[in-house]
């Protein structure tokens, strides 16, 4: 039997999509997932949008004019919290998968409450939310505050 | 504090009479197209999902196709979607569901066979992929007069008996977001039985276990989503043992397996 | 080309994760050591560019932020189909993604560095 190419029932797309229903860790993983996309997209927009220095000042001006927008300006929002949530959750996620702050297998009793997702390493993800939620009202300040 | 906060959670209840289980219906093998059948069934105050579906088809449809044993969340054989979430059907009570209806759906991850029967030869060769036994070399069952027993503490059988207690039912294999999509990932329950005998002090093979999770549908496509840990019903939190083996891996944790052998071959010499 | 084992490439993308989280808050830091808008004057991102500490460190951002971007990007396409072909494309493709976009990424800061301040 091939198992490779047997699909199976599985969920697909739909089970990456939904990611409400089991708790924090699977929020978290599905945010860390679409953040990571995001932040790819924007790199490779940035390299593209900052070349455009090799062509001179009138290039870089008409460039700024196109990105230097209000919607430029949200659109940079949303990537300043995209990155923070990202680099703080994954700092959390780089000790989670070392095995670090979830705690020690022991003897479970009922209700069979699972130990590594625990509160501990579950602030985590609160503390990248609240940080990226933080960065972005700096952000704005900054992009819209008119300096 | 979170046990008690677990505890309180879990015995909310939500009285009620009877229920409608809206029951998935299809037959893979004689091509009989997927479609609902709602079923009203009285229920009491301890009745569980199996008791109503065991009642369904004793007196309403006889042609339900369910799989289950023990009854008493032991077995792993009635393993199936409740409400949506993997859940043993015979270790969740009716009173502690919301609503009056109850949807009630076979395991997603597994292929379909009828009703809410799934197939899970695929689960059992990933488990069987992972060596789930005892490897050691220095123990030679062929001179009898060599054998004596496996030394083993208490503290070396806590490093992995909770990780022991799976029963196989294969609800962390349908929450796993990876194992939605990845056909060749292992899937929790698989890699946690891979640290379960890692862990385990007579087992002598942890190398070759380390290596044969090394791969790139192998562990690392763990992103410790937890929904593993959420559905487990025996408390096993397969999340805890992937991460724990991965930390090998990673150099995050020293084998001190490796530390105790070396210490014993240096005091025989 | 030898294989990298997937804990050689797992190790990698930890270290470019820290490593880039290092030089990209200093990247952000220079947006606002002087009000935003003239920070992103001709002149002086000219003068970024002329700084060759700034330069390597704009370097690093491409390298690391490509090696864990796209590497991240082949997790996620290896996970959703499992067919030869296409484990081999993904992996191909994001490694030739991540060598293109440092490519044209150096070539901006090379091309900056012999740019006159106007």
């Known amino acids: ?147 | 504090m979170e046990k008690k906060r677990a505890r309180e959670k879990k015995e909310k209840e939500y009285p009620k009479t009877s229920v409608v289980l809206k029951v998935f219906r299809a037959n893979r093998i004689s091509g009989q197209p997927p479609h609902y059948d709602s079923i009203e069934v009285p229920v009491q105050r301890w009745t569980t999902v199996l008791d109503a579906l065991l009642q369904a088809k004793q007196y309403k449809d006889p042609s339900i196709s369910i799989r289950y044993s023990c009854r008493m969340a032991t077995c792993g054989s009635c393993g199936m979607k409740i409400n949506g979430i993997p859940r043993l059907a015979c270790y969740t009570k009716v009173s502690e569901l919301e609503g009056s209806t109850i949807t009630v759906e076979p395991l997603s991850n597994f292929p379909h066979i009828r009703d809410l029967v799934a197939d899970f030869s695929q689960f059992f060769s990933h488990h069987k992929r992972v060596k789930p036994f005892i490897e050691n070399s220095e123990a030679d069952i062929a001179d009898p007069g060599t054998l004596t027993e496996f030394v083993q503490r208490p503290e070396d059988l806590d490093k992995f008996l909770q990780f022991s207690y799976c029963i196989k039912c294969g609800l962390c294999y349908s929450a796993c977001p990876t194992v939605a999509t990845d056909t060749k990932f292992p899937g929790p329950q698989a890699l946690s039985q891979a640290y379960r005998y890692f862990a385990d002090n007579r087992d002598t093979g942890s190398k070759e276990r380390l290596d044969n999770v090394d791969e790139r549908h192998g562990i690392w496509r763990c992103h410790f989503a937890g929904s593993c840990s959420v559905v487990c019903p025996k408390g096993v939190d397969p999340a805890l043992g992937i991460q724990l083996l991965r930390g090998h891996l990673l150099g995050f944790s020293s084998n001190e397996k490796k530390i105790a052998e070396k210490k014993e071959r240096l005091k025989r010499d | 080309m030898a294989m990298l084992k997937e804990s050689q490439i797992m190790k990698i993308h930890y270290v470019t994760a820290i490593g880039a989280l290092i030089v990209v808050a200093v990247h952000i830091m220079m947006r606002i050591i002087m009000p935003y808008s003239m920070s992103l004057e001709y002149g002086n991102v000219i003068a970024n560019y002329h700084n060759i500490p700034y330069a390597i460190l704009l370097e690093s951002i491409l390298v690391l932020i490509a090696i864990h971007g796209f590497n991240g990007l082949r997790v996620i396409l290896l996970e959703l189909r499992q067919s030869k072909a296409w484990e081999d494309g993904v992996t191909i493709l994001t490694i030739v993604a991540m060598m293109a976009v440092v490519a044209y990424g150096t070539r901006t800061i090379l091309v900056a560095q012999g740019l006159g301040f106007e």
């Open chain 1, 1 to 147: 039997m091939e198992n490779a190419v047997d699909r199976g029932n599985r969920e697909g797309l739909v089970g990456w999509l939904n990611p409400a229903r089991y708790g924090w860790e699977r929020f978290s993983y599905w945010l860390q997932r679409l953040t990571g996309v995001g932040l790819l997209a924007y790199f490779v927009g940035h390299i593209y949008e900052t070349s455009s220095l090799t062509q001179g000042p009138d290039a870089w001006a008409a460039m700024l004019e196109l990105t230097q927008t209000p919607m430029g300006h949200l659109i940079l929002l949303l990537v300043i919290g995209m990155s923070t949530f990202h680099s703080v959750n994954g700092i959390r996620l780089i000790f989670a998968h070392g095995g670090k702050g979830l705690g020690k297998p022991g003897r479970p009793d009922y209700p069979y409450d699972a130990v590594s997702l625990n509160y501990k390493q579950k602030s985590g993800i609160w503390v990248a939310l609240i940080l990226a939620a933080v960065a972005m009202l700096y952000g704005a300040s900054v992009l819209f505050g008119g300096e």
